[in-house]
């Protein structure tokens, strides 16, 4: 355990954070954590089974539009609104991803983005359930999150839990079972494995999480747009990874504070902000193949990235053997 | 007792007929090989035997069970298990890691989401490296193991999934003559103490005829001669087509 001493600083500096901050950064560190979730079981799909999903957002979509329809609507407490944006995005992403894992590279981009565009439409089409384009008012969270730093301690406690299981699922022989399907699907077969029912079970697990992150997004926003669902926001986790570090266990949420911490920074004094993210992106891809985690890990050797990324470790390690 | 009975078994791709009316037994407990000149169809049969191709016609009964065409994740749950003739392992994971999912795969706990995979199938792992003589490698990263090595893991892997029959498809191919030695001595040590039941192919006619009890000679696709060595060896049609140029 040792090896996660850094885990410890992290965390007090993350309780501390309200106290030390403005209300204004209280609100992008909140943004940071669901973005980060949102990202981090992205990358479930990307980082540990290999294949490129490109229409994400629809799990997050579809996970904001259960908590804000049943916040609106209703008078579900908050808690069971976000496990019913689990279970809503899972069964989404079971049908979605019954189609898309029988395609790998760039046929699963594509098929899943085609799908995620699919739920966009009928989203932002179907004015008398979902309020079409004009989105949902008014998702006003239960009393006691009303303060920006009640509803950042609320959205941190989630989120901690969520990658908490989410560790244990990558440890798991379930997480090495998508890691030799990342290295090798034909050798995974022939061991065993029905490949694409794993395959699917992590679509859903991956969307499940997904869902969670929007569930949290409506009553911190106190509002959601069909835009959720759109193709652009499936672009943002995938920004997020490639900057954070892929193959590295928290690169996603490490890609999410940059992102959403540039993103609140940049756009206070200028509107080109996709030019900035621009730039960044093509720093990290031609200087920092392997995300700011890729080269934390090959200065510094901790963050827990061993795992999933050993060459650079092992390799000199044993070169004593 | 008859473990694999393949009858009239037949492929082809396109117009080339790899697969030609292929009937074929294996006894529990032998040790046999497949030899032919290249493309002769031995790894095409070893693909059919495995779900990895489906077959045109004829039938494959392992254990009186009828596999024909089944998916390969479920001919190796039944125990068949194959190692490939290019080593075909985890390149990015660990020696160690590599024998661990095929252990884990045959337990049935790839399943398992929730205990780390470091505390699962530690003692078994370690044996097989141990067996298959990586015990030394085994916290390397596969993908920088010698081709020799990688040879073994690939064998390892195999066995992880504790067949009853097992396929080799050219498991000393771009081994050293010490190496090779190494791999089939341990080959026999499994079928003798073991009793595995294992089918090789081979180019190295040393190896074929120091190993195998029995051989099977493919040319185009279907087989022309089979016996003991000695047999083979004196088999005017697998002299000429194949013996005749090589051996």
Redesign the interface.
């Known amino acids: 355990m040792m090896r996660y001493w850094w885990l410890g600083p992290i965390l007090i500096a993350v309780l501390l954070l309200p106290l030390l901050i403005g209300e204004f950064w209280v609100h992008v560190a909140i943004e940071i954590l669901i973005l980060g979730l949102f990202a981090m079981s992205f990358n479930m799909i990307f980082g540990y089974m290999g294949q490129l999903t490109f229409g994400h957002a629809a799990y997050f979509g579809v996970g904001a539009y259960a908590t804000g329809l049943l916040l609106v609507k209703t008078a579900v407490p908050l808690p069971i609104c976000l496990a019913v944006s689990m279970v809503a995005a899972g069964i989404f992403a079971l049908i979605i991803g019954y189609f898309c894992v029988r395609m790998t590279g760039i046929y699963f981009a594509i098929l899943t983005m085609a799908f995620g565009q699919l739920l966009y439409y009928i989203i932002f089409q179907w004015y008398s359930f979902t309020g079409g384009d004009d989105g949902l008012q008014g998702i006003v969270p239960p009393e006691w999150l009303i303060s920006a730093s009640a509803y950042y301690y609320f959205t941190l406690f989630i989120v901690v839990a969520a990658l908490i299981v989410m560790w244990f699922i990558s440890e798991s022989p379930f997480g090495y079972t998508m890691r030799s399907i990342r290295e090798n699907a034909d050798r995974t077969r022939f061991i065993g494995i029905n490949v694409r029912q794993y395959m699917l079970i992590n679509f859903v697990v991956a969307g499940m999480f997904a869902g969670l992150a929007g569930g949290l997004l409506g009553p911190f926003n106190r509002s959601i747009a069909p835009d959720l669902c759109n193709w652009h926001q499936s672009g943002v986790p995938v920004f997020m990874t490639v900057i954070g570090g892929p193959l590295g266990f928290f690169g996603p949420m490490i890609g999410s504070v940059i992102y959403t911490f540039l993103f609140a920074f940049v756009t206070g004094f200028t509107e080109y902000w996709p030019l900035t993210i621009g730039l960044v992106i093509i720093f990290v891809v031609l200087f920092m193949p392997g995300g700011v985690l890729g080269l934390a890990q090959s200065k510094l050797k901790i963050m827990g990235a061993k795992d999933l990324a050993p060459e650079e470790q092992e390799s000199t390690d044993t070169e004593t053997y | 007792m008859t473990i694999l009975k393949v009858e009239r078994l037949n492929k082809a791709f396109g117009g080339l007929l790899a697969t030609c009316n292929v009937s074929y037994e294996m006894q529990i407990g032998e040790l046999s090989a497949i030899i032919g000149p290249n493309g002769a169809g031995k790894s095409t049969f070893f693909n059919l035997l495995?779900g990895y191709h489906r077959a045109d016609s004829g039938r494959v009964l392992f254990q009186g069970k009828n596999i024909t065409n089944w998916?390969?994740?479920?001919i190796?749950?039944l125990g068949i298990?194959?190692a490939?003739q290019v080593s075909?392992?985890?390149?990015?994971?660990?020696t160690y890691?590599n024998v661990?999912?095929?252990i884990?795969?045959?337990q049935k706990?790839?399943?398992?989401?929730?205990?780390?995979?470091?505390r699962?199938a530690k003692s078994e792992a370690e044996k097989l490296l141990e067996v298959a003589g990586l015990s030394?490698?085994a916290?390397?990263?596969a993908?920088?193991l010698s081709q020799g090595d990688k040879k073994r893991l690939e064998l390892a892997?195999a066995l992880?999934?504790k067949p009853e029959l097992l396929f080799l498809d050219e498991p000393t191919a771009g081994m050293s003559r010490e190496e090779t030695y190494e791999t089939m001595s341990l080959v026999k040590r499994l079928n003798r103490e073991m009793h595995l039941t294992i089918l090789f192919t081979e180019h190295d006619m040393a190896v074929v005829f120091g190993y195998a009890r029995r051989l099977t000679v493919l040319h185009q696709g279907s087989i022309i001669a089979e016996g003991s060595p000695e047999e083979v060896r004196s088999n005017e049609t697998a002299q000429k087509i194949y013996l005749g140029e090589d051996a």
């Open positions: 495995t998916p390969p994740h479920k190796a749950r298990a194959r490939f075909n392992i985890y390149l990015a994971l660990t890691e661990r999912q095929a884990l795969a045959q706990k790839t399943l398992n989401f929730f205990t780390p995979a470091h699962l030394r490698h916290h390397m990263v993908g920088n892997i992880g999934s």
